[in-house]
T-cell receptor, first 114, second 113 residues
Framework: DGGITQSPKYLFRKEGQNVTLSCEQN?????MYWYRQDPGQGLRLIYY???????QKGDIAEGYSVSREKKESFPLTVTSAQKNPTAFYLC?????????????FGPGTRLLVL | AQSVAQPEDQVNVAEGNPLTVKCTYS??????LFWYVQYPNRGLQFLLK??????LVKGSYGFEAEFNKSQTSFHLKKPSALVSDSALYFC???????????FGKGTMLLVSP
């Protein structure tokens, strides 16, 4: 987990509310990623970014949005359009989006719906 | 499109015995393969990866994995299991070039004292 921080550790969302999950890295990595983890389903890619001011949709981007205004930060917003947001959210980063590069993960944020 | 299968939801082993967590993959071209471990309510920790070269890859905490191209497998192994190895293990694959990492569904390893 070293070098990548996620906050908060737990987040509660009310119906119709947008919430933002924070991800910060001090590893000087160019690429950053957001995954969603549900029990028994492994990790699914939401969004990824290769470089500042650029990002691409992953496999399950609907109901989510991101920004990449700074190299070290990649916040994820869970919008009201995401009807089933309860999950464990993991942020990762790698030196570059090259296939050989290892992705390193943050400690995660657990999102719960009230 | 690439895919990863971890055929066992759970593996049980006694402490001191060898352990194997299985992974098979499907990918176009040469695969890059990774193993991660996750402890409860924590992020994933990188264990090891295969890029090229020796088919036996050694990683953290005494784990190793063997790449078998003919069987499209990348099984994780450890000669002597510890209770502290009990965790959720993920295999992941990506083909060469710029593409996304695909994860298996995970295998829970339970090591009994």
């Amino acid at each position: 987990d070293g070098g990548i921080t996620q906050s908060p550790k737990y987040l509660f969302r009310k119906e119709g509310q947008n919430v933002t999950l924070s991800c910060e890295q001090n590893l000087n990595h160019d690429a950053m990623y957001w995954y969603r983890q549900d029990p028994g389903q492994g990790l699914r890619l939401i969004y990824y970014s290769q470089i500042v001011n650029d990002f691409q949709k992953g496999d399950i981007a609907e109901g989510y949005s991101v920004s990449r205004e700074k190299k070290e930060s990649f916040p994820l917003t869970v919008t009201s359009a995401q009807k089933n947001p309860t999950a464990f959210y993991l942020c990762a980063s790698s030196i570059a989006r090259d296939s050989q590069e290892t992705q390193y993960f943050g400690p995660g944020t657990r999102l719960l719906v009230l | 499109a690439q895919s990863v299968a971890q055929p066992e939801d759970q593996v049980n082993v006694a402490e001191g015995n060898p352990l194997t967590v299985k992974c098979t993959y499907s990918v176009s071209g040469n695969p890059y393969l990774f193993w991660y471990v996750q402890y409860p309510n924590r992020g994933l920790q990188f264990l090891l990866k295969y890029i090229t070269g020796d088919n036996l890859v050694k990683g953290s905490y005494g784990f190793e994995a063997e790449f078998n191209k003919s069987q499209t497998s990348f099984h994780l192994k450890k000669p002597s299991a510890l209770v502290s190895d009990s965790a959720l293990y993920f295999c992941a694959v990506r083909p060469g070039g710029y593409s996304t990492l695909t994860f298996g569904k995970g295998t829970m390893l339970l090591v009994s004292p």
